[in-house]
């Protein structure tokens, strides 16, 4: 089903040389721990704005966002518009000042500063584990789509190799590169190439783009072709029934664009940490900006080929008769069930076991959402410009895995290794210790990732778990900065309490047409919800709402800490920095008005 | 920064470029090949726009490295403003 020639392993092979010639190439600046784990915060704005997208434009970002196009249509642009957009403003303005200005290495240690060293135990422990599985889970759904897509097929079968084997001959491939960049260039090599990883993207989904809306029949074609609520972001939004998301106003505001999305971009270290890279405080606060740019128009790369491939018409069985010189050929064009069961170019779901697609409770075939995105690359592209397209498939996993490991790496050597196992050794010692680090935490990744071929549920229990854990953070941040009375204890006892909430509330709640257990319910049914989002939404804002009440109860009973303390850490107590030398329309506050007026204008044209 | 970032970028969507820009014209007229992208040669095109892109980052690069060059990377104080890359 797939042939790929000379040409495409050639782009692929052309990559590969460069994400590794770059490791390599800054191997010789890598002199201190600083340079290893904080690229010697030395890098230009554009290159760490950049960066921090890239390390979200992970798997789970292409090909789910490419799924979630396919299962919802436009709507799902509210991840960009409502979710991420205002969270980089926010970020960028107000709360990068603390991040950088208080010279914190990471945000776990940035709390210790802030609060004290259980909330810095908590988070970091919470979060290095979070890495390290969240970076063996996109491996894992790395290999499946190479298996699927029969990437490495050929190759095996020309080595003469069983095709068993391509799953670990991917895992393993992805892993080693991922392992040596950030081995030889740490930080630094991770940001360079997932600016590299950032374009690539560009360059491989753009033409897919053109190409499907081409063939589609343009914007007005697509709109035909998909059911009309598919194609508004906005519209019908104001109640649970009248969009496909089946979520209202309010949970998508506040439960996305409040909870979800803020505790996303402005608390993960993950993104953060590429911003922390970066040159000066205005570079600094300019970076979540910058991002914000690019995320604008992303919609259009990610998103779009979902909505496209539900839009194009679905293959059939066919046989055309035709007559050569008095023979009549009857040519069969032959399509699986998987595909022929499918919408458009998704395909139905097949049960490994008898091969039938499987059905939903009201009997349609369940579809297989994932494989939107690629299958449209399969579709349009011939080869030469396929291996460019799986070249930034390939380079999107990778880019999500570097972000966790050298996140990882960082809150385990600073916060875990020097507070806890051995204070006070030398610099040299502690970049030996963050090489290490990398080394472990993708050993441990691999782990998960065979795990989850053997636990089927592990990869949905995990991700409940990290979202039970994640929900709640973005109250933790934003008392520390803004609340000069928020105290140790009341930021612990929040974030315990937080979590508690976000567990009961998916214990007691069902999403219509879902089984009690993974999707809630585990205690008892107390309410449904339309959709899982609007469990996810609803449950993020709960989690939030107990753990900003309960932080504020136990900081006004506990002993708050002297202000003189609390300078460059919290917003009341910070001098305003001087900005006499900046042209007011370099100014990061210029920018974010820009940044804003062009997220409305985007919300606008998709109403 | 010892490396100014736009020349790897620049000269590996050079060589992409250049290498699907050369496979198109190899390829050109082929129907069977191109049937799947709409009769559109996609690897002709795409590969000019690569190279056009891959050319602009590797001459800015190259600017910008020697600019480095001329200037000794020292790290800048927080709050100060510097200019250019």
């Known amino acids: 089903m797939l042939n790929l020639t000379y040409i495409d392993w050639l782009i692929m092979l052309l990559y590969f040389a460069f994400v590794l010639g770059i490791g390599f190439a800054l191997k010789r600046s890598m002199k201190t721990s600083k340079d290893f784990f904080q690229a010697g915060r030395a890098l230009p704005a554009w290159i760490c704005g950049l960066a921090f997208i890239s390390a979200n434009l992970g798997a789970q970002e292409v090909i789910g966002m490419g799924a979630s196009g396919a299962k919802y249509g436009l709507e799902t642009a509210h991840f960009y518009g409502i979710g991420a957009i205002p969270a980089m403003i926010f970020v960028g303005i107000f709360m990068m000042p603390f991040y950088y200005g208080s010279k914190a290495r990471s945000v776990p240690e940035f709390l210790r500063m802030r609060f004290d060293e259980k909330t810095r135990a908590l988070n970091a422990c919470s979060f290095a584990v979070m890495t390290v599985f969240s970076s063996g889970i996109s491996m894992y759904a790395m290999a499946r789509l190479i298996q699927a897509l029969h990437v490495f097929d050929g190759l095996f079968h020309a080595l003469g190799l069983a095709p068993e084997g391509i799953f670990t001959f991917s895992i393993v491939l992805s892993a080693a590169i991922v392992l040596l960049y950030i081995f030889l260039g740490g930080l630094t090599s991770a940001i360079y190439n997932e600016v590299l990883q950032f374009f690539l993207i560009i360059a491989g989904f753009l033409p897919l783009v053109l190409l499907g809306l081409r063939n589609i029949g343009g914007w007005s074609g697509l709109k035909a072709s998909v059911p009309m609520a598919y194609m508004h972001e906005w519209k019908g939004v104001a109640h649970a029934s009248t969009n496909p998301m089946g979520i209202e106003i309010i949970g998508l505001g506040m439960g996305l664009g409040f909870v979800l999305g803020s505790g996303y971009w402005c608390t993960d270290f993950l993104v953060i940490q590429t911003a922390m890279a970066s040159k000066n405080m205005e570079s600094a606060r300019r970076v979540p900006l910058i991002a914000a740019i690019p995320k604008m128009v992303f919609p259009f790369l990610v998103i779009l080929p979902g909505l496209l491939a539900i839009g194009l018409p679905t293959p059939h069985t066919t046989t055309t008769v035709r007559t050569v010189n008095r023979v009549i050929y009857h040519d069969t064009t032959i399509v699986s069930q998987q595909v022929e069961q499918g919408r458009g170019l998704v395909p139905a779901k097949i049960n490994p076991v008898t091969g039938k697609p499987m059905l939903t409770a009201s009997g349609q075939p369940l579809l297989d959402y994932d494989m939107a995105t690629p299958n449209m690359l399969l579709h349009f592209f011939p080869t030469g410009i396929l291996g460019l397209g799986l070249t930034a498939l390939l380079a999107s996993f990778m880019s999500g895995m570097a972000g966790n490991v050298t996140a990882f790496n960082t809150v385990f050597t600073y916060d875990l290794y020097q507070s806890y196992i051995r204070k006070g050794a030398s610099d040299r010692h502690y970049m030996a210790v963050g090489r290490w680090a990398t080394v472990g935490g993708i050993l441990l990744s691999i782990a998960t990732a065979y795990a989850a071929i053997n636990f089927n549920n592990i990869m949905d229990t995990l991700q409940l778990v990290f979202s039970f854990v994640n929900a709640p953070l973005f109250a933790t941040f934003l008392l520390g900065m803004f609340w000069k009375r928020a105290t140790g204890h009341g930021a612990f006892a929040g974030l315990i309490a937080g979590t508690a909430a976000a567990m009961l509330h998916h214990g007691l709640t069902l999403p219509i047409e879902a089984r009690t257990g993974i999707h809630g319910g585990w205690i008892t049914v107390l309410h449904h919800y339309p959709s899982d989002m609007a469990q996810n939404f609803w449950g993020a804002i709960f989690a939030f709402g107990t753990n900003f009440i309960v932080a504020v109860v136990v900081s006004l009973v506990t002993e708050a800490r002297p202000e003189a303390e609390l300078v460059g850490l919290v917003h009341s107590l910070t001098p305003k920095p001087a900005r006499a030398l900046i042209a007011w329309w370099k100014r990061p506050e210029a920018l974010a008005i820009g940044v804003l007026l062009g997220a409305i204008a985007v919300n606008i044209f998709f109403y | ?85």
Not at chain 2, 17 to 43: E, P, V
Not at chain 2, 55 to 83: D, V, Y
């Open chain 2, 1 to 85: 920064m010892i490396l100014d970032l736009r020349i790897p970028l620049g000269l590996m969507f050079t060589l992409t470029g250049m290498i699907l820009t050369l496979f198109g014209l190899k390829t050109d007229g082929d129907a069977a090949l191109y049937a799947r992208s709409l009769g559109i040669n996609a690897n002709l095109w795409w590969g000019i726009v690569l190279l056009a892109f891959g050319l602009t980052m590797l001459i800015l690069g190259r600017r910008g490295q020697k600019h480095l060059e001329r200037q000794p990377p020292e790290p800048m104080e927080e709050g100060r403003q510097q200019r250019g890359h």
